[in-house]
């Protein structure tokens, strides 16, 4: 028997990892476990492994354009969430396909780095993605080291970080996972001053498609309707469960199990 209701549906813009690890992959895998379904919308390509990214090539705006707007067309987005954009073009489109979904929560992991450190895209990107698309966004999703890119903060803390980018986004989860104490600290900040922190046990190992894990998670709960703060735990915890089960099948970081 088919069934006309469906799962909520989650638009994913983001780039396509052959290593299966981060990228779309990571968005469909880590939203199917939520009980929620992944359009993916490829942005970019790239040529990785588990080690890091050695190339890769944006999709053009046309392309991107077609591809999301035959989607919303067709099927209803409860979510937008966005990887690897690449190019400061690509921010514009993405702005140019959230007018065509007024009030659906944008989810923004600014992805400016491979796993490994390669580069997948200039620091203008994440310039771009603060100026024009934290203003629509619901939250974005940094790790330290892209909030410090972000709010040009070379050695800033995540406080001082999230005091630069407060004015320009409504919420903002700055990731813990890059340091070296013996706990995470995350830490989501609001514009009405609220701040929690969120603490688990730091996990040996580094992980490849991790914060791709926790914000399409993270999106798919918001999809699913749970609170803000209540999704950012439950996207932490899913999170910090795949990194403990995570595989190490090649040469370089461990690829998160989400399934
Ligand atoms: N998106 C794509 C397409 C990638 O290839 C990567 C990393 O390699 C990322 C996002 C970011 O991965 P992570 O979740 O490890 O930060």
Redesign the pocket.
Known sequence: MKTHTSRPIVLCL????PVGG??LQ?DIEALLAQGCHAAPTVT?L?V?DTVD?SDFRVLDREWVLAQAHAVIADVPIAAVKL??LGSVEMVDTVLEIMSKLPGVPLICDP?LR??GGGA?GKDDVGYAMRERLFPVATIATPNLPEARILADLPDGSADECAERLLPHIRHLLITGGHGDEREVHNRLYSRDGSRHEFTCARLPGS???????LASTLAGRLALGEGLSSAVQSALDYTWRTLRDAEAPGHGQYIPRRL
Not at 14 to 17: A, L, Q
Not at 207 to 213: A, E, N, Q
């Open positions: 983001s780039g396509h990892d981060a990228g990571a970019a790239t990785q990214v990887g690897m992805v491979a796993g997948l992980y490849h498609g991790s914060g791709c894990t």
